[in-house]
């Protein structure tokens, strides 16, 4: 099963982009990239996920490497409620979603 | 309705007791999920239900017991637990088991175990 490697802790000035890298080595060809969010005492919350081509929806921007060995993805204008733990995913199995450890993000006025 | 709901959502219970948390969901979604969350942890995935059958169990110790009476609802039952079962407990629910990762999650039933 592919595993995800996410730094634990990044910074992010209100209104600036938050680029949250992950990466994920292992990954194989069938696999898909996911991305959940959690703000605090709530539950995970969906954000994006793609295969190959980069993808893009009213939350965020995801961005994955040629190789899929790694991904990024973007708060194109960070706010405070942004302020959460990112979980980048990589499906394993049907419907198998394994959460890693997340990088806790915190938005700063 | 895009709602996943969970009751109650905050339980206190001795290790004596038996007790239950009910999730529901109104979005047609075959395939609905717990997952348990120790503080500062990531979700961990305890159980799925595809088409109202048990379809995963990752080595859950039977003092929790899931039950989906219908589509629409899920429930874990809980009997002599102890006090390192203290946690989060989250529900989830998808379209179905294959076609997608979109999972929907509730807000969470807070466990604590005396």
């Known amino acids: 099963d592919a595993k995800t490697t996410q730094p634990t802790s990044m910074d992010c000035a209100e209104g600036r982009a938050a680029n949250l890298p992950c990466n994920h080595s292992t990954i194989s060809g069938n696999e898909y990239v996911y991305w959940y969010r959690q703000i605090h005492s709530q539950g995970p919350q969906y954000i994006i996920h793609g295969l190959k081509n980069n993808e893009t929806n009213e939350m965020a921007s995801l961005i994955i490497t040629e190789d899929r060995k790694s991904s990024t993805l973007i708060l194109p204008h960070a706010t405070l409620r942004d302020t959460a733990v990112y979980y980048c995913?990589?499906?394993?199995?049907?419907?198998?979603?394994?959460f890693g450890t997340g990088t806790r993000l915190l938005v700063s006025p | 309705d895009t709602e996943v709901t969970q009751t109650p959502k905050h339980l206190v219970m001795g290790m004596t007791n038996k007790k239950s948390l009910k999730c529901e969901q109104h979005?047609?979604?075959?395939?609905m999920y717990w997952y348990k969350q120790k503080a500062k942890k990531p979700p961990e995935l305890m159980f799925v239900y595809s088409y109202e059958k048990l379809s995963i169990n990752e080595s859950v110790p039977s003092r929790f017991s899931p039950e989906c009476p219908n589509s629409s609802l899920l429930n874990l039952h809980l009997h002599a637990l102890q006090p390192e079962d203290s946690a989060l407990y989250l529900c989830?629910?998808?379209?179905?088991?294959?076609?997608?990762?979109?999972?929907?999650f509730g807000e969470g039933s807070r466990l604590t175990v005396l």
């Open positions: 995913i990589v499906r394993v199995g049907f419907q198998k979603l394994v």
């Open positions: 979005m047609g979604h075959r395939a």
């Open positions: 989830a629910s998808s379209q179905d088991q294959v076609n997608t990762g979109e999972l929907f």
